[in-house]
């Protein structure tokens, strides 16, 4: 989310990852072992609205900030993302950020934001925010790994002064294709090299989680091979995609605390005109069992052309939970729904009526995402 080897087959990439994922996987289950007693009553509508991250126009005292505080405190949604328009000045970003969580109850909110350096940031100059501000993940790299802590812990304290508690990063990937205007173009990928990818992508995470603050690697997976943004379409990463994009995802799925599924076409990956958004072979089959994740996955905006173009909203919401994902971003920016939070509930509740989804599907969605917020504390009774 960016507001903010070829014609490889199935067989031999899950072969190819799985010693990786045998290595990394213990470390990811170790992180998912303490659940958290907050909401234990929850209600079908409830456990489904924590699955909603939303977006919305406006900064405090907006209509907006008022409807995403009254879904947060009906329990419709489960956390919200900001962008430029919701952060016009560093007090007003606060007492915003204070309202949204004092809304939540009794989970905490998700305040999630897309704060990777460079051309992604969220804080722009002259609102009041810290100077200087972050460097993109190419200039990062480019450090020594001290200064990187530096930087990262330096955003990482910002972020968390301002009252969030989510960064939508770091971005693992690899930057293959120069003619990319969403990754390398906009030196979003900390490089070619996996193994430097990873180095820096761990120094990001463990900066943020140094000052309490949860992370989310992208883009499942991986999404520096195409040229084309899924933004505006939906890239078929195909015939450009190789083994090695995996490496980053596979050794930090034990220590970051969600993964971004991209909206990325590989036939033997997701299937054939399936993103792996909405894939249970990339999800399920990939991402948590050959690579040992057990943290939520949340998907890239739902609102974008990749999506939009090939799916109904309805239709993506269901596909998207067949497919494994617990968390579901509507940026509400280009394609805004003021209804989404009670249409997801309605799609969801209905597809659970009808026998097509399993209550215990929405289960294992709550739970994974039930164990993350108690990290970030139960908030009280209602």
């Known amino acids: 989310m960016f507001r903010g080897s070829p014609h490889v087959h199935r067989r031999g990439v899950i072969a190819g990852v799985a ?40 900064d405090e005292g907006s209509p907006g900030a008022a409807a995403a505080s009254g879904w947060l405190r009906r329990g419709q949604v489960g956390g919200v993302v900001l962008f430029q328009d919701n952060l016009t000045s560093r007090e007003g970003a606060k007492r915003l950020t204070t309202a949204l969580r004092d809304a939540a109850r009794p989970l905490p909110a998700f305040i999630c934001i897309d704060q990777e350096g460079g051309a992604v940031a969220r804080l722009r100059r002259g609102r009041g925010f810290n100077e200087p501000l972050l460097p993109s993940a190419q200039s990062i790299a480019a450090m ?26 770091p971005v693992v990937d690899l ?15 900390f490089g070619a090299d996996p193994e430097t990818v990873t180095r820096f992508a761990r120094i990001f995470i463990r900066s943020f989680h140094k000052l309490g603050m949860l992370t989310a690697i992208k883009h499942f997976p991986g999404h520096g091979s195409t040229p084309f943004d899924s933004h505006s379409r939906l890239p078929d990463i195909t015939g450009s995609w190789s083994e090695k994009e995996l490496i980053p995802f596979s050794k930090l799925t034990g220590e970051t605390d969600m993964v971004m599924a991209g909206h990325l076409v590989h036939a033997q990956l997701t299937g054939p005109g399936t993103p792996a958004s909405l894939s249970a072979l990339a999800i399920v089959g990939l991402l948590r069992d050959k690579l040992g994740f057990t943290g939520p996955v949340i998907t890239d905006d739902m609102q974008m052309e990749a999506i939009g173009d090939h799916y109904g909203a309805d239709e993506s919401i269901v596909l998207g939970i067949e497919g494994g994902a617990d968390l579901f971003i509507f940026t509400n920016l280009d394609h805004p729904d003021a209804e989404m939070p009670e249409r997801f509930i309605r799609v969801v509740r209905g597809a659970v009526e009808s026998g097509r989804i399993a209550p215990s599907r929405i289960d294992e969605s709550f739970e994974r995402i039930r164990r993350l917020k108690a990290r970030l504390g139960c908030v009280g009774g209602e």
């Open 19 to 58: 010693g990786l994922a045998a290595t990394w996987a213990a470390g990811s289950r170790a992180r998912a072992d303490s659940p958290s007693q907050c909401d234990d009553n929850a209600t079908l509508e409830r456990r489904i609205g924590q699955m909603v991250i939303i977006g919305f126009r406006g």
């Open 175 to 189: 930057s293959l294709n120069h003619d990319s205007r969403i990754i390398s173009g906009l030196g979003r990928s």
């Open 144 to 169: 020594s790994i001290e200064d990187a802590a530096h930087w990262y812990e330096r955003s990482a304290g910002e972020l968390k002064d301002l009252g969030f508690n989510v960064d939508l990063g």
